[in-house]
Structures are given as C-alpha cells and as structure tokens.
C-alpha cells in the first residue's frame, strides 16, 4: 500500500537482457478495495514499462519467466484516491496546491471504467487553497467518486458530498 491510502499506476524495470515479450501478473486492490489484476509485458532490455490500472494494495507480482537480471516494481506518479464508493452528491471541495500545477479529474467510478465528470486545476503556487462550491444540488456520481491526479501538485485535498 502507499503512503498517502491512494492508488498509483506501477511500473515493472527490467536491467537484464533479453527480457522482451516476459510478463508480470499484478494482483491486488483498486481505489474501492475491490480486487484488480494487470499484466504488464516487457517490451526490450533494461526499460521501464508502466501500466494502465490504479493498484491501491499489491498483493502479488508473479512473472511468465526467469528474467535475465534483477527486476523492480516501483510506482509512476499517476495517483488516484476514492472519495465515496457509492451513489453520491458532490456540494463542494477543497484542494491545497502541491508545487506543481495540475489537473485533477473527478470520476463517476473508478479511474479504469469510470466517467470523467469534470475538472480542477491546482494552479501550482505551494500552499494555496482552491475553495469550490458546488451550486444547486451538486453533481450526481452514480458508481461512486473517485479523483485522479499527479503526485506534487496536491497537497491536500476535502470533499463536501451527501
């Protein structure tokens, strides 16, 4: 699991030779605790290969072959955090500016099969507040709510939600 209860994309590094065409399979969790597994080839020699799933928990990672010398399996700086895992109303949010500007999407789902509804944009001055309301009776995410951004440009982040 990571530091901050998220998920983040993996990535598999390979500094052998003649690695190309091995795969890892990755078992563990997503953003809502449910089970999730990726299998992540390798594409040549002493590379990184990043996936596509957010893992929030990584129970296992079991390889097709014997890889020709040591193996790492590290994370991106893609995250992703669930914020409710059923139906629900977003009324509002806050978000502290990380050092770097970003964008943060806002997914009726999960970050794989979910909807991007909207998004913010941290604009990048360290310790900043962006402080939103949201109008009327809020935006409706129907599979849950989960967000999506870049490790550094968030700090911290609040939801308001019914």
């Known amino acids: 699991s990571f530091a901050s209860g998220g998920a983040r994309i993996l990535s598999v ?3 052998g030779t003649g690695d190309n065409g091995k795969t ?32 929030k928990t990584v129970t296992s990672v079991t390889s097709s072959a014997q890889f020709a010398a040591n193996l790492k399996v590290g994370s991106t700086a893609s995250a992703a955090q669930a914020v409710f ?9 806050q978000i502290v500016s990380g050092g770097t500007a970003g964008v943060i999407d806002f997914i ?3 970050p794989e099969s979910g909807s991007t509804l909207f998004k913010a944009r941290t604009i990048g001055t ?15 995410f129907i599979s849950g709510m989960s967000v999506k951004y870049t490790i550094g440009t968030v700090d911290m982040m609040h939801f308001y939600f019914a």
């Open 108 to 110: 009726d789902g999960t």
């Open 24 to 55: 890892n399979t990755i078992v563990g969790t997503d953003v809502f605790d449910n089970s999730l597994t990726e299998v992540i080839t390798s594409t040549g020699s002493a590379e990184a290969v990043n996936g596509t799933k957010y893992f």
């Open 126 to 140: 360290d310790n900043t507040t962006i402080d939103h309301t949201v109008p009327e009776n809020g935006i409706l």
């Open 85 to 93: 895992a059923g139906r629900v109303k977003l009324k509002g949010y």
């Open 13 to 15: 590094t390979t500094t």
